[in-house]
Every structure is written in structure tokens, then in C-alpha cells.
């Protein structure tokens, strides 16, 4: 008998505290959309620019540093992104002008790349033995989620006592704390012999020739611009639209007095939420059709986000939306990345996720900015909410004719 596998590796932990420690600190920036904007008295626009370039960044950078680990090693990959998280985080502290925070957001965005989802997703997909690889990948997209839950409400209890410039700091110092836990990340190279004897340029070219490819592609967008847009705006739209919290009602009591604390939880109970419905979509994903969960997440997300902007908002519809939102959130990075490594195999699965993610990307860039843009124009984020809601019921429908198995590989010389 052979043994089982354990599940719980040191590159699983290391991974899910860099995705945690990188993700609380990119979660968070929503939070200084309004302290920065009254500062220097800019339109909502500028500093939404400078997420959304973050996104794109990121985006952008993702296949960049997939390669980069595939050719020169995960570890020295990792380490790159942190210097340019860190540096990136540092000069902000000091921007004063919005082509300042713009230009940065192009190193924090690269940074997250160098230590986000696509470089250590495939460092404990490899990692990790088939019967595990689902659940294994899905336990780092919630540590995601978990850094979201203090990432937000630990930068507005620190813009409480101090400025924001000093909470870059702090936070450029966790992102160089993480190159610590390092030295534990080994990971011997996991692929058959027909991947071993495949090209990078062989792979992307069958890649680009499969419909499948490009439907994940395409439905991946959805995701990016849903999650950014809430990430970087809902603080924001629920301290200003959102009913007053009651003296003496239930929020009130735990400490929440103010709409613009509530709408920094709001992105803790989606954290919160998000880790149960990520698990939940790694057990799932090893049992059904990945296209199919997909497309239902899509789907449930249309119809959550729909009622949301109908109903007027209260503090309950807030908190019920959060949970349910935070359900469905980074439910879809372990079954889109899965996917890709299902159908293409495991040796160049950073560089095609990171494609694939690029995706993600521009639609995260897209509904950042949007969001500050129509903001400013009519005074209102409702016309992109519902944007949002028309290209999530798209994504739902281009994940059905997804041909879910592995392509075939070349024979053996």
C-alpha cells in the first residue's frame, strides 16, 4: 500500500502566508480613497487611476514572472516581486501629486505579480500529488481572502492614529519580512517526460490553438473586474450611500458607528466568507466538472450583486451582501487554475495561468477605473455596477463549451 500524501507541506505554508501578507496589503488600498482624495483635494478619478494601473501592472507582470520562476527559479522570482512591492509601497508614502501614485503603481502592481496567485499557485501545484493538487490550490486562494479580512480594517485603525503615508511604510515592511519564510519553499520539478520534452513555445502555441483556451481567457475578465471594483470602491459607496447605523442597534454596540467602518468590514466578511466558499470550490472542484462550478459562481454572482444595487442599502443589506459576495469571491481562482492545469499540464502552468490572469487583469483595471471615472461624471457608481453585472451573466455562459481534458501530449522520442 502506498502512503497517502500529506496535504499540509512547507511550501503549502509558505505559499499561503505570502498570498496573505501580499494580499492583505493590496486589499486595503480602497481604504485610502477618500483620506487621499481630501488631502490634496483630488477628483475620485486620480487615485482610482493609480489602482486601477496597479491591476494592470499586475496583470501584465503575472506570465512576466511565471516565466521568470520556470527559467531561473521560484524562489529568486519571489524575491523579485517583493523588492518591487516594497519600493513601490515606499516611493507612494512620499507621492504628492497623482502622476506620482500612477507611476508607482506600476512597481506595487509588478510587486503582487512577483508574489500573487500565478507564481505560487504553480509552486504548490507542483508541489502538491494529484488526489491533493484541488483543495491544496484552493487553501492558498482563501489565505487570500484571510489576508483581506485584516487588510482593510488594520489600514483604517492605523489611518486613525496616523497617517496614510506612515501605513505604507508599515506595510512595505511586512511585504520584505516575507523573503524569511523563503528558505522553506523547495519544490522539485513535478511533470511527466512528454512535459519535460515540450517547449515553452510549443506549449503557448497549442494553447492559443484551443477554443477552450481562449473561453477561459475570456470568462476569467468577469472576475477581475468585479473583484477589483469592489475592492478599490465599496468602502467608498457604502460610507456615502448606505443608511446610518442605529445607536444602540447591534453594529453599534460591537464598535461599528460610522458607515465608513462599516464599508472596510465589508471587505472582512467578504475575506471572511470568501475562505469557506473557496475551500468549498477546491472540495467541489475534485468531484465535478470545473466549467460547470464556474459557470455557477458567475451566475450566483450576477444575481447577488443584482439585488444588491435594486434593494435601497442598509447596514443588514450590506452585511448580507458581503457574506454572500465573500461566498463566491476567489471561489474561482482554484477551478480556473485548475483548469489550466488539467487540460495543460503542470510544466508551464505559471506562464498559461499568468495569461490567463492577464485577463483577469484588464478587467480589473477596467472597473477600478470606471468606477472613479463615472464617478465623477454622474455623481453615482450605479451605471458600473450594472456593467458589472451584464459581463459576470457573460462569463457564466462562455464556461459551458469548455472542453474539459487534458490535450493530448507528444509521444515520447
Not at 136 to 163: C, D, H, Y
Not at 299 to 325: D, K, N, Q, Y
Amino acid at each position: 500500500m502506498t502512503a497517502r500524501t500529506p496535504i499540509f507541506t512547507p511550501v503549502l505554508i509558505v505559499g499561503c502566508i505570502i498570498i496573505m501578507i501580499s494580499f492583505a496589503v493590496r486589499a486595503s488600498f480602497g481604504v485610502f480613497q477618500i483620506p487621499i482624495a481630501e488631502e490634496f483635494g483630488w477628483l475620485r478619478t486620480e487615485f482610482s487611476l493609480a489602482i486601477a494601473i496597479q491591476n494592470l501592472a499586475w496583470g501584465i507582470g503575472q506570465p512576466i514572472f511565471g516565466a521568470i520562476a520556470e527559467k531561473i527559479g521560484d524562489r529568486k522570482a519571489i524575491i523579485m516581486g517583493v523588492i518591487l512591492y516594497a519600493v513601490g509601497l515606499v516611493l507612494s508614502a512620499g507621492a504628492t501629486t497623482p502622476i506620482e501614485h500612477q507611476l508607482y503603481a506600476w512597481l506595487v502592481g509588478f510587486g503582487v505579480a512577483g508574489t500573487g496567485f500565478g507564481v505560487i499557485l504553480a509552486v504548490v501545484g507542483r508541489a502538491s500529488s494529484d488526489e491533493n493538487r484541488s483543495m491544496s490550490l484552493a487553501i492558498v486562494a482563501a489565505m487570500g481572502s484571510a489576508g483581506q479580512i485584516f487588510g482593510a480594517p488594520v489600514a483604517e485603525w492605523m489611518l486613525s492614529f496616523m497617517p496614510w503615508q506612515s501605513v505604507f511604510l508599515w506595510f512595505a515592511l511586512a511585504v520584505v519580512l516575507l523573503v524569511l519564510t523563503l528558505p522553506a519553499m523547495r519544490v522539485p520539478p513535478m511533470a511527466t517526460k512528454a512535459e519535460l520534452e515540450e517547449t515553452l513555445g510549443q506549449v503557448l502555441i497549442k494553447a492559443f490553438r484551443d477554443p477552450s483556451y481562449t473561453l477561459i481567457f475570456l470568462g476569467f475578465f468577469s472576475c477581475g473586474y468585479q473583484v477589483a471594483f469592489m475592492t478599490a470602491h465599496l468602502p467608498a459607496f457604502v460610507t456615502e450611500v448606505c443608511g446610518p447605523i442605529v445607536p444602540g442597534g447591534m453594529l453599534h454596540n460591537i464598535g461599528i458607528t460610522t458607515t465608513s467602518a462599516l464599508g472596510a468590514i465589508a471587505l472582512s466578511l467578504i475575506g471572511l466568507a470568501n475562505i469557506a466558499g473557496t475551500l468549498l470550490a477546491g472540495w467541489a472542484g475534485k468531484h465535478f466538472p470545473k466549467k460547470y462550478l464556474l459557470a455557477g459562481i458567475y451566475a450566483g454572482r450576477t444575481v447577488v450583486a443584482s439585488l444588491f444595487i435594486i434593494f435601497p442599502m442598509t447596514p443588514m443589506t450590506v452585511i448580507v451582501f458581503s457574506i454572500a459576495m465573500g461566498a463566491l469571491w476567489l471561489a474561482t481562482v482554484p477551478l480556473t487554475s485548475g483548469l489550466v492545469a488539467h487540460i495543460y499540464g503542470l510544466r508551464y502552468m505559471g506562464t498559461l495561468y499568468g495569461i490567463v490572469f492577464l485577463s483577469h487583469q484588464l478587467g480589473s483595471f477596467l472597473g477600478v477605473w470606471l468606477g472613479g471615472r463615472l464617478y465623477d461624471l454622474y455623481g453615482s457608481y450605479e451605471q458600473v455596477w450594472w456593467i458589472g453585472i451584464a459581463i459576470g451573466a457573460f462569463s457564466a455562459i462562455v464556461h459551458l463549451p469548455i472542453r474539459e481534458r487534458p490535450l493530448a501530449q507528444p509521444a515520447a522520442a
